[in-house]
């Protein structure tokens, strides 16, 4: 049986919280854009924050649909 909309979203919230929480922490992203903020002109700084934006994006979107469960290989095309 298919699950309905509902039970997926409940699926995905412990995700999206804890990805959320992992988000906030300062790491590997936020030195880049510091370094890019404190180094370099604003419109630098603001690209690479919106380049880090798409790639958590891009990752949620390929969690979202199912995609990362594949087995590793699966997608390659001979």
């Known amino acids: 049986m298919l699950e309905t909309g509902h039970a997926v ?3 995905l919230f412990p995700f999206a919280i804890s990805y959320a929480l992992l988000a906030m922490l300062p790491g590997a992203n936020f030195a880049v ?10 419109a630098t700084a603001l690209s690479a ?3 880090i934006a798409l790639g958590a994006s891009s990752l949620a979107m390929v969690v979202a649909t199912g995609a990362a469960a594949l087995p590793p290989g699966a997608l390659r095309t001979r």
């Open 9 to 11: 979203a409940a699926g």
């Open 33 to 42: 854009v510091a370094q890019a903020g404190l180094t370099a002109l604003r």
């Open 49 to 51: 924050a919106a380049g």
